[in-house]
């Protein structure tokens, strides 16, 4: 791998190891949706319900200087999956997606092959690689801060010291 060159991290292997991934990659600001719309008899136009998120689509264009077979089999193994798996890109290390290798192009030109990899990632947002743990006490506030961009519905424990009979959370939101 380059120095100046974006990592690209899929289910464990560095791609950089085989390619080298062009920073136009392309995740899309928002992933396609759909929106469900109620219509009530004798009013004009209809009420908005609700948005759902569908998968997004993850292009990565890159250049493989000097291909042999020997890379071209790695590379595949490599994207060869059954389920999704984390992505993680160089610009965002912080963060993956859940996705999984789809329509990836390979074109040979003399000592050099381009191509485009695309993923599908079908919740269509990035998760972070580290869990925030916050604590507190009983009877007390805790204040949780979602830095993602989109909602995301906490993990709950509790450690007892004795028998209490009840345990319960509630959530302003």
Known sequence: MY????????????????????FA???????????TVLSFVDTIGERFSR???GAKTIKIPYKMHHPSESKRQ????????????????????DRYYN????????DIAGMTTSGTLEFTSFDGVSHALETTTVTGHSGTDIAL?????APSAPILTATMTADNGLVA?????
Do not use: C, H, M
Not at 99 to 106: E, S
Not at 145 to 149: D, E, K, Q, S
């Open 145 to 149: 801060t979602n830095a993602g961009t």
């Open 99 to 106: 996705a999984i290798a789809k329509n990836t192009t390979f």
């Open 25 to 35: 990659t392309d995740t899309g600001l928002l992933p396609d949706a759909t929106d």
């Open 169 to 173: 959370w509630t959530n302003d939101q």
């Open 74 to 93: 790695a590379l595949t193994a490599a994207l060869a999956t059954t389920e999704p798996k984390q992505l993680i890109l160089g610009r965002t290390p």
């Open 51 to 53: 948005r759902k998120y």
């Open 3 to 22: 120095k100046n060159e974006l990592s690209i991290t899929f289910n464990g292997v560095l791609l950089n190891d085989y390619i080298t991934p062009s």
